[in-house]
């Protein structure tokens, strides 16, 4: 049988689910669904496949995901691995698995790639909530993340597949649905378009969920639809990042943090219930101890509850790396205050 290993995000989890059901009458095969968000998180993926070799000596063992993409070296050098594929091979892999291949490591340009895995999947193993991919890959640069150059450029799922999915997995007894992508409101043509499409389709939805929300990019059309579908979940998790105007835009992003409060007012109007989660980082270059206050403020004016709080981790490749650092002890202070104001029940 299949050992699936999943490291980093719910798009993560969704394909690891495609690779699952494809190689379930495979035997001795391992394949690790690599994460690259933080140097850290590369680290512990190279960990992982030495505890792994260790379980499975006999196994064939294939590195793939984010930390494939960006740093297949790395990767190829460990003699653990027995096979290194790029987020776009991945798709692909049982082609790979046939035969001897005369090169470990292949990685092609995820810029170029404008496709995605189109199976249906059957469930999650283990799980209440199902994830559906919507979309892939960011069109954005943010300062600090290398996603972009993981995953490759803005690409939708049609309506279609999405709604075929959804089907499959409420035929199956799925409660919870959660949309989830790299960039789930990047969604072309619309975002909320689709959100009502799906609400419009399925009067047996008991729950739809979704995954990091960009504050940037939510209408008044998504607020709409939370007010008027009771089966949207209330608990919206965002990708706020800082509370520090010159520090958001030091990080490349597309809100400020009047805009963060002016939403979850906007939110909590439209369903009094509401719960709100976020991203933050905590130590990003530059960061002073006024640029941190205004983090911890904003945490209170806005309401926010649900803290997924990361001390910023330099990420080669990026701009924000090459910023003047912020010490390392600083940044784990902040984030281990940051995190203390937080509600640590899980959602």
Not at 1 to 30: A, P, Y
Not at 143 to 171: H, M, W
Request: hydrophobic letters at 35%; proline letters at 4%; one cysteine or more.
């Amino acid at each position: 049988m299949v050992e699936v290993v999943t490291l980093g995000c719910r798009i993560n989890s969704f394909e690891s689910e495609i690779l699952k059901e494809k190689f379930k009458d495979v035997d001795n095969l391992v394949i690790v669904n690599t994460c690259a968000v933080t140097g850290e998180a590369e680290r512990q993926c190279r960990q992982t496949v030495r505890k792994l070799r260790k379980q499975y000596p006999a196994a064939r063992i294939v590195v793939t995901g984010c930390a494939a993409q960006v740093n297949a070296e790395a990767f190829d050098k460990m003699p653990e691995v027995d096979l290194v594929l790029g987020n776009k091979e991945k798709t692909a892999l049982e082609q790979y698995l046939k035969g001897e291949l005369s090169e470990k490591t292949i990685v092609g340009d995820i810029m170029s790639y404008d496709g995605y895995d189109d199976y249906i999947i059957t469930g999650f193993e283990g799980r209440q909530r199902a994830f559906v991919q919507i979309q892939q890959g960011c069109n954005h640069r943010c300062t600090y993340c290398i996603v972009p150059f993981a995953r490759g450029r803005n690409r939708s799922v049609p309506a279609e597949q999405v709604l075929k999915q959804i089907r499959t997995l409420l035929d199956q007894g799925f409660e919870e649905i959660c949309l989830t992508g790299v960039d789930v409101c990047s969604y072309q043509p619309s975002f909320s378009g689709l959100v009502r499409q799906i609400l419009e389709t399925f009067d047996d939805l008991p729950s739809l969920q979704f995954g990091s929300l960009d504050p940037a990019a939510i209408d008044d059309e998504f607020v709409e639809l939370v007010a008027k579908y009771k089966n949207v979940h209330p608990f919206f998790h965002f990708s706020i990042q800082s509370g520090d105007d010159a520090i958001l835009k030091r990080m490349g992003r597309r809100h400020r943090r009047q805009d963060v409060i002016d939403l979850c007012n906007k939110l909590r109007k439209a369903r009094p219930e509401a719960v709100f989660g976020a991203d933050f980082i905590c130590g990003f270059p530059t960061e002073e101890d006024e640029n941190f206050a205004n983090t911890l403020k904003l945490v209170d004016e806005a309401g926010i509850s649900k803290l997924h709080v990361f001390p910023y981790s330099e990420r080669p490749g990026t701009a924000a790396a090459r910023l003047p650092q912020v010490d390392v002890e600083i940044r784990r202070e902040r984030a281990r205050i940051l995190r203390e104001k937080g509600d640590n029940s899980d959602e």
